[in-house]
């Protein structure tokens, strides 16, 4: 058996599951190796301790009674199993699952899993599973359609009951970083023996992908300072007229960048710059007024956003302030319509001095640019590497500028991303106000709603959001929808409300967030996708509804999205507060608005990364490592590839051979023999 070949050859893989696998980026056996599971369930054995709602337990349970699924008033089915167990009788509630009742019969008996809660006499689960795993540790795997987990476990045993993996660490590494072997660390992120073996296997996969990740950051700084040839551009005498037309006064660290941006440009070596700055601090301005002087010399720009209500406003941006002064800009998503791409594609390759923003659309083949001149891209973590390297395949020449609004602390910025220079604006705009930031149990919800109702009152916007899309299956989390219903019919009755999530079409979102900027939506309720650079000066309210679950880096975000206009804004994070270790982190929220001391202490909450919280698939391109939180790790993992990779020592100079061939030929940094 090859590690190299076609997921098809696996007993009991036909074509529709090859097909669906390959649609999961699961080509060979080697990327089913590496489909590493995105959680662990530790499951406790049942006592009364664990009915709590909280910890996943089994319990041995016989059905009594089973009822027929009916309809729900938020339109779900509802489907309850009466279970015997020997702590009482166990209510089941099952939504949006129908099918389940044939699943059991009465009389038998039955292992669940899932969390318990104790309610009187009775004790009450939602969607609670027949657990057939054994293991006190069960890999949870992302699955898609017919794709299951259970499918996954049994095609990766197969796989690792036939081959070993091969070692392509030197054996003083090992002994020196105190890792397990490579055949060990993959058995055990698929079927761990226990925590110790599972926390020892994460630490070897994640020093291996990270040693691969920093070899591939050391050739591409050696590639760029040794080959390529950039463009120097001329300052256009235009620039200072530009920059009397921007309507508000520019902070020094905004001028000071951006003479590091155009000192940049006058050079003959290509700029590669990581932008740096906390939410709000006017990056997008920057990035405008270095993209106009790329124009101004004859050569064309792009601005490349993670979001299509990201690029749209940035869209909106740079025609105020660039079309007067004679560019033009042209807008290209997922949603543009056909004849608006033909006519984008011929401007471009005619060559005419144009500015290019948009998504992801940009990277496609059918884009060509004929004299690109500089490459942006904003809040550069939501990209992989690979999206960001076909973009800047687009042009060797062109100078390549990506900005961070998630502030990470300077050494450890200048380290991760090595083959990058740094600029930093540490400075507000001037007259912003600081949000007043409120920590309350989800018990005060009520107060929250009144001070949301208070806001709307003065002519401002407020937003709400939540984790979920949908009913959460264990019934703790609140959802768009569900939380649309109760506030619409309740605290918030009779305010225009509007609702956005990523399953929306474009079209949809779009739709929504204009009607938000109008006004004509008071309150939007929304997941994480407003995240990202959303601007509406007038909202003045975000409300986080279980904060808990959110990153401090995510809800600094999610923080950002109000105080950009002239009124006193307010963060109200609502949150299942059950332990002091989470009222400490989000009082760190509380107390600064900074967003770089966030990071700090937020590393410092963390620690070097948590075991049970594998960093799966990550926007770094990364499918274990957080470069942030296993910084520590990370710093090692450096120093031996900046060892290997400068190494004149012939058993070295071999092994640097093989990882950057390997690299080379893969979408990630895991390499596997």
């Known amino acids: ?36 599971p995105r959680a662990y369930d530790q499951y406790q054995e049942a006592d009364e301790m664990y009915f709590n709602g909280m910890d996943k337990i089994r319990l041995e349970a016989v059905p009594v009674k089973i009822t027929r699924p009916f309809r729900t008033r938020t339109g779900k089915s509802m489907s309850t199993i009466y279970f015997s167990t020997q ?41 609670p599973v027949l657990n057939k795993d054994l293991e006190e540790i069960v890999p949870v795997y992302p699955s898609e359609g017919k794709v299951t987990g259970t499918l996954l476990k049994k095609l990766v045993r197969q796989i690792l009951d036939k081959v070993i993996i091969n070692e392509n660490f030197p054996p003083d590494i090992l002994k020196e970083e105190e890792l397990v072997s490579l055949d060990e660390a993959v058995r055990n992120l698929h079927f761990p023996q226990n925590r110790d073996r599972l926390g020892e296997s994460l630490k070897r996969m994640k020093f291996q992908e ?62 590669n710059r990581l932008l740096q700055g906390d939410v709000g601090s006017g990056k997008t301005i920057v990035a405008l007024v270095a993209l106009f002087n790329v124009i101004e010399n004859g050569y064309q720009g792009a601005l490349m956003a993670p979001t299509e209500i990201l690029a749209r406003q940035h869209f909106e941006e740079a025609k105020r302030l660039l079309s007067p002064m004679g560019v033009e800009v042209r807008l290209l998503t997922g949603s543009s319509k056909k004849s608006e791409r033909d006519q984008i594609a011929k401007e471009l390759e ?24 500089m490459i942006i891209t904003d809040e550069q973590h939501r990209f992989g590497v690979n999206q960001r390297a076909k973009l800047v395949n687009k042009s060797k020449t062109a100078e390549v500028l990506v900005m961070s609004a998630t502030p990470i602390p300077r050494t450890m910025a200048l380290t991760i991303y090595s083959d990058l220079d740094l600029s930093v604006i540490d400075e507000l705009p001037v007259g912003r106000k600081e949000i007043r930031t409120i920590l309350l149990d989800e018990t005060k919800r009520k107060a929250c709603y009144s001070k949301v109702i208070e806001e709307v009152n003065k002519g401002r916007q407020a937003y709400i959001v939540t984790p979920l899309i949908d009913l959460d299956e264990d019934g703790e989390l609140n959802s768009v929808t569900g939380l649309y219903e109760e506030l619409s019919k309740g605290p918030l009755k009779g305010i225009r409300m509007g609702y956005l999530h990523g399953k929306m079409s474009s079209k949809e979102k779009t739709a929504v967030m204009d009607s938000f900027k109008e006004g004509e939506i ?34 600094h975000q999610l923080r950002g999205r109000v105080g950009r206009g002239e009124y006193q804004s307010y963060c109200i994070m609502v949150a299942n507060i059950r332990s002091q270790t989470t009222r400490e982190r989000l009082e760190i929220m509380v107390k600064s608005n900074d967003g770089f001391f966030i990071a700090e202490e937020d590393l410092k909450q963390r620690g070097t990364g948590q075991l049970f919280g594998v960093h799966q698939r990550g926007h770094s391109g990364l499918m274990l490592s957080d470069l942030a939180s296993d910084y520590e790790l990370f710093l090692r993992a450096n120093r031996y590839a900046g060892i290997v990779y400068n190494s004149k020592d012939p058993n070295e100079m071999k092994m640097k051979k093989e990882f950057l061939d390997k690299i080379s030929k893969s979408m990630n940094f895991i390499c596997l023999n």
């Not at 019969?105 to 309610?119: A, H, N, P």
């Open 522 to 555: 008071q309150v939007l309720i929304a997941t994480t996708v407003i995240e990202v650079g959303v601007n509406v000066p007038n909202a003045s309210m975000m409300v986080i509804e279980n904060a808990e679950r959110f990153g401090l880096a995510q809800l």
């Open 210 to 271: 990270m040693f691969s990740y920093s070899m591939k950051i050391m050739l591409s700084k050696s590639i760029r300072l040794s080959s390529e040839e950039g463009i120097m551009f001329k300052m256009s005498p235009r620039l200072t007229e530009l920059k009397n037309r921007i309507p508000f006064e520019m902070t020094g660290a905004q001028n000071r960048v951006i003479r590091e941006i155009l000192k940049d440009q006058k050079n003959r070596f290509p700029m």
């Open 350 to 373: 005619k060559g005419k001095p144009l500015l290019m923003v948009g998504t992801h659309a940009l990277i496609e083949e059918k884009v060509n640019f004929s004299r690109l001149g």
């Open 1 to 36: 058996m090859d590690i190299n070949d076609s997921v098809g050859t696996i007993k009991g893989v036909g074509q529709k599951t090859k097909e669906q696998l390959e649609n999961m980026g699961i080509i060979t056996l080697l990327d089913l190796l590496l489909y590493f």
């Open 87 to 127: 702590f009482g009788q166990v209510k089941a509630m099952f939504f949006n699952m129908p099918y389940v009742t044939s699943n059991y019969t009465i009389g038998e008996t039955y292992m669940l899993s899932g969390k318990f809660t104790r309610k009187g006499k009775n004790i009450e689960c939602i969607n």
